[in-house]
């Protein structure tokens, strides 16, 4: 039996990576499947590898799993092993992150010169970028889950553009449907006290300061339509409500934290927010669409390739810009039905089933070419 290995640094219940690797696995049913990971869920089909990656230096910790990483793929010799982390021992890698360069360009054009000048000196970028140039470099096939992330790498490190396949991410169906939407807004709305006249809108996601919740904060400021803000996702929020104090909005906005029933989120949202400054393709985006959510999101999200614009979706021109952001968020919420109804005729042509096939065919076809 040919065996597959794939690379995935820790399980994260909330990550969208970990459902798309049990949907490649179920895809994969004539495979013996090795997982390396720190940690991972427990699964009869797969025969887990502990990989040690402690350290006090998020630096050498991301050095020592890839080396650690390495060693166990030489002693299973595995057909093919897939990579979801920045490692170096790979024969597919999945460019999930995005690219790291592009991200530390935008975060230097946004945050000042001398700050900006200070990643270059930043022992984990440093790492990262080197491991990321090496993987590049090294790697016989890359996936990269929207066109933007795959001209990222041939701009910045000059990648054979044959050898990146563009799959987007999918979404659960299953999960991720408008078949309880009527009865679970109304749900929601009752436990947490949203009026009949409040628009209630909705940001997914960690990383706060990536996905552009500052701005978001900014924008509900100047909006003109009644409506509730709902942050879910694990951060530090004290700036963020700082800044609701500030701004007057502290009543309008609600801190959730990690939500693991985050499809009632969806369900009772009238509007999804990600003003995000870069994201290779956002999770959050296809499964609010696929939630009947109306949606409004940045160029700089992958997942905007799937949306036109006015018809199943708005797109930012300036995901730094409030004003820009407040006016759609107000044009937005009357038509928000009508967006949110083609939205997710849209997701319905990206389950993550039909992804996780097509990347599956991709795995089988090295496995028998190598």
């Avoid at 630096?59 to 920045?86: D, G, H, L, W």
């Avoid at 904060?217 to 530090?236: D, N």
Wanted: aromatic share 8%; hydrophobic share 40%.
């Amino acid at each position: 039996m040919k065996a597959i290995a794939f690379i995935r640094r820790h399980y994260d219940p909330f990550g969208g990576a970990e459902n798309y690797i049990d949907s490649l696995i179920n895809n994969l049913p004539g495979y013996k499947i090795h997982m390396l990971s720190s940690r991972w869920k427990e699964n009869p089909r797969i025969v887990q590898h502990t990989v040690n990656s402690a350290s006090v230096s998020s630096a050498y910790s991301a050095i020592k799993f890839n080396r650690n990483a390495a060693a166990i793929i030489r002693q299973i010799t595995p057909n093919c092993t897939v990579s979801f982390e920045r490692t170096t021992c790979q024969d597919i890698y999945r460019a999930g992150d995005g690219c790291h360069r592009q991200w530390l360009m935008i975060r230097r054009l946004l945050c000042g010169r001398l700050k900006g000048l200070s990643f270059h000196f930043n022992l984990l970028h440093r790492t990262l970028l080197s491991l990321e140039k090496e993987l590049f470099r090294a790697t016989p096939v890359i996936i990269a889950n929207s066109n933007m992330v795959k001209q990222n790498i041939i701009e910045h490190y000059a990648v054979n553009e044959d050898k990146i396949h563009v799959l987007y991410n999918g979404v659960d169906l299953t999960r991720f449907n408008t078949g309880c939407r009527e009865r679970l807004s109304a749900e929601f709305r009752r436990e947490f006290h949203v009026k009949d006249d409040t628009a209630m809108l909705l940001f997914v996601g960690s990383g706060f300061e990536r996905k552009g919740l500052g701005v978001l904060i900014e924008a509900m400021s100047q909006i003109r339509t009644p409506a509730v803000l709902y942050v879910a996702g694990r951060g530090r929020t004290g700036k963020y409500e700082a800044a609701c104090q500030r701004l007057g909005v502290r009543d309008r906005v609600v801190f959730t934290g990690p939500a693991l029933n985050i499809e009632r989120f969806y369900a009772a949202s009238d509007v999804f927010i990600l003003p995000t400054l870069y994201d290779p393709f956002s999770n959050a985006t296809l499964e609010a669409m696929a939630s009947g959510a109306a949606v409004i999101t940045s160029r700089n999200n992958g997942a905007s390739e799937i949306i036109e614009d006015g018809r199943d979706g708005v797109l930012l021109n300036d995901m730094t810009d409030p004003e820009e952001l407040a006016a759609k968020i107000d044009k937005t919420i009357p038509i928000c039905g009508e967006l949110g109804c083609r939205a997710t005729q849209k997701a319905l042509a990206y389950s993550i089933s039909c992804a996780a096939g097509q990347f599956s065919c991709l795995i089988e076809d090295y496995c028998l070419n190598k």
